[in-house]
T-cell receptor, first 114, second 112 residues
């Protein structure tokens, strides 16, 4: 199974709140799980990433939680700011060497209200 | 900071016409990709390219599509005979050996 399922489709959070976006996958061969942030009219930009041998990774206000047994991972944005308003994509790296590629989730549109 | 550069940013074409989308990947990267994103939908893999040949392609990447690295810096996506359903944002991406993929800002293709 090459799919990555992402929820919710959209999210509205008040400034200062916590934004949580969830993803699930089926293929246990996936070995790298990045989150990308996309602003309108721009390409996806790498935000933070994790490998399955780690349960949590934190970079500033952004944290990935990874549950290998459940095949789920989530992005937490602490102290959400209006500038965080964007579309967030989880992804998984499938394949190896020359045939590796990112498989994206459906995306979550985050709106942070002032 | 090095970045992936795509031109043009917008391309309007008539159905049945050929288009070439251009990309300059980051200079020391070895792997190159094209993805597309139909408005409001997820980013979809089209093709990967390494060592001057296609490594993998999706079912979207049919005979109407081709890729080329004509020189040491450019990477192009050609659509031979565009269809209405080809209208999308096309992203070029590149990576060094690890899995970190860097995306360009995209070319918005509109087929009329």
């Amino acid at each position: 199974q090459q799919q990555v399922k992402q929820s919710p489709q959209s999210l509205i959070v008040q400034k200062g709140g916590i934004s949580i976006i969830n993803c699930a996958y089926e293929n246990t061969a996936f070995d790298y799980f990045p989150w990308y942030q996309q602003f309108p009219g721009k390409g996806p930009a790498l935000l933070i990433a994790i490998r399955p041998d780690v349960s949590e990774k934190k970079e500033g206000r952004f944290t990935i939680s990874f549950n290998k047994s459940a095949k789920q991972f989530s992005l937490h944005i602490m102290d959400s700011q209006p500038g965080d308003s964007a579309t967030y994509f989880c992804a998984a790296w499938g394949g190896s060497g020359n045939t590796g590629k990112l498989i994206f989730g459906q995306g979550t549109t985050l709106q942070v209200k002032p | 900071e090095p970045e992936v550069t795509q031109t043009p940013s917008h391309q309007v074409t008539q159905m049945g016409q050929e288009v070439i989308l251009r990309c300059v990947p980051i200079s020391n990267h070895l792997y190159f990709y094209w993805y597309r994103q139909i408005l409001g939908q997820k980013v979809e893999f089209l093709v990967s390219f390494y060592n001057n040949e296609i490594s993998e392609k999706s079912e979207i990447f049919d005979d109407q599509f081709s890729v080329e690295r004509p020189d040491g810096s450019n990477f192009t996506l050609k659509i031979r005979s565009t269809k209405l359903e080809d209208s999308a944002m096309y992203f070029c991406a590149s990576r060094p050996d690890p899995q970190k993929l860097f995306f360009g800002s995209g070319t918005q293709l509109s087929v009329l």
